[in-house]
């Protein structure tokens, strides 16, 4: 299985402008986690996903960010407009829920920097 | 949510056995311990997991005393390649699979 698998892996943008963040998860996998990482706030839930419909989105920082799983096997992360305080690596989990494991399986990141 | 206290930051030299504990004190009965490691620029990977006694995988061995509130992570025998964050967590049993991510612990292996 190639993992979780995310694009862009960098993204360079102008403040206000659209950001769209896409993952796949490894195939079989329930749920989907995105979380967004910076040196400030260390690495913060944004919203959950099990079996494609969302469960807490309370880490969601505000309206200009959203979230979808059309279906199993891909997520977006779009934030608009986009602002400098953004700028963070976001990365997408997917795992399996049904036994007591709580293993995660992270994919590479998106590097997003807005200017 | 099952707050977890750890060291911020711990050194060592390669070859020796590193310990890092974790304070979970208020951890619920359905809820396990598990840590994660994570290296500059990547994602976090799962170590190892854990409910009460010992756990032992490749990787490392995680102690959790009776009380619970409390766990060591033990890594044999470090490189430098072992050089990273380390995160201890408490996965809530009835909160599917969700995880809270603290501030971690930066271990740093020297030659």
């Known amino acids: ?115 | 949510l099952a707050k977890t206290t750890q060291p911020i930051s711990m050194d060592s030299y390669e070859g020796q056995e590193v310990n890092i504990t974790c304070s979970h004190n208020n951890i619920a009965t359905n809820d396990y311990i598990t840590w994660y490691q994570q290296f500059p620029s990547q994602g976090p990977r799962f170590i190892i997991q854990g409910y009460k006694t010992k756990v032992t995988n490749e990787v490392a061995s995680l102690f959790i005393p009776a009380d619970r509130k409390s766990s060591t992570l033990s890594l044999p025998r470090v490189s430098l390649s072992d050089t990273a964050v380390y995160y201890c967590l408490v996965a809530r049993g009835n909160a599917g699979n969700m995880l809270t991510f603290g501030g971690g612990t930066r271990l740093m292996v020297k030659p």
């Open chain 1, 1 to 115: 299985d190639a993992g979780v698998i995310q694009s862009p892996r960098h993204e360079v943008t102008e403040m206000g402008q659209e950001v769209t963040l896409r993952c796949k998860p490894i195939s079989g996998h329930n749920s989907l986690f995105w979380y967004r990482q910076t040196m400030m706030r260390g690495l913060e839930l944004l919203i959950y996903f099990n079996n494609n419909v969302p469960i807490d989105d309370s880490g969601m920082p505000e309206d200009r960010f959203s979230a979808k799983m059309p279906n199993a096997s891909f997520s977006t992360l779009k934030i608009q407009p986009s602002e400098p305080r953004d700028s963070a690596v976001y990365f997408c989990a997917s795992s399996f829920l049904g036994t007591q494991t709580y293993e995660q399986y992270f994919g590479p990141g998106t590097r997003l920097t807005v200017t």
